[in-house]
Every structure is written in C-alpha cells, then in structure tokens.
C-alpha cells in the first residue's frame, strides 16, 4: 500500500514539473515550460532551453518615433554584425515584418517584429524544427500587464 502510494505521489510530482510556470518579465508574462530557463535584461526576455538547442527571445521597447519599417532595419544592421546570413525584412499586409538569420553554426532563427505607434514586439525563434511547439505554446502565452 505504501509503495503504490509513493508511487502515485510521484507520478502526480512528475507531472506537475513538466507543467509551465508563469514568468514575470515586467511588461508582460509568459508560460515558461519545464525545461526551460528565463531571463530578464530590460527590455528583453530570453527565454533558453536547458539542454540550448532552442531559445525564445522577447523585446518590448518604445519606438521612439520610428515606423516598424525603421526599426526591423535597425534590427536586421545589428544582426548582420553577427549573423553571416541575415534576410531581408518583409512587411505583411498589418505592416508586420519577418525574416531570417542563420548563425555561423548553421542554426536559423525566424524574426517578427510587430508593435503600433508607441512600443514594438521583436521576437526571434530559433530552434524551431526541435522545439516549435514548445515555442509556439510560450508565444501563444505571452500577456501583457
């Protein structure tokens, strides 16, 4: 009786560490996953995974005065200082924009930058074809305060 006991108190600790934990990252909170490590530098959120094969990177910041346009510009001439191959930014028809970057280990990470008129949302996935549904789950969870 005793082990079944300790066995079920086990299996319900088990599954309660493989649940996300919510995580404050000043703006906004996001549902950080088991396995996962957060990190806070104002204004940005790196979010890692343990064994470092994916990461989640959130920066919420004021666009000064600055279109979208201007700003994943901005983005993608600082990529380009590190990144060997860095993409050409495309707006979407909400004036959103995208694009890619392949670190000089051959590891993509995809881009989004939204926002309005006084704060803009960068975020870069990288890992997604290991962990995209761990990632998709932690952008899905993204609240502001």
């Known amino acids: ?23 404050d990252f000043g703006k ?15 204004p940005t959120a790196v979010i890692t995974k343990n064994d470092n094969t994916a990461a989640l990177t959130i920066t919420i910041a004021p666009t000064e005065g600055l279109s979208r346009k201007e700003i994943a510009d901005a983005f993608v001439a600082e990529c380009r200082k590190s990144y060997p191959t860095v993409g050409t930014p495309e707006a979407d028809n909400d004036g959103d924009y995208t694009w890619e970057m392949t670190n000089a ?21 990288t890992g997604l074809d290991v962990a995209g549904d761990e990632i998709s789950a932690m952008l899905g969870s993204v609240k502001d305060k």
């Open 28 to 42: 906004f909170t996001v549902d950080v996953p088991a396995g996962w490590t957060g990190t806070f530098q104002n």
């Open 105 to 125: 280990n051959g590891v993509k990470s995809s881009v989004l930058l939204t926002g309005d008129n006084e704060e803009y949302c960068a975020f870069v996935m």
């Open 1 to 23: 009786m005793k082990r079944s006991m300790l066995l079920a108190m086990l299996a319900v600790f088990a599954a309660s560490a493989a649940l996300a934990g919510v995580q």
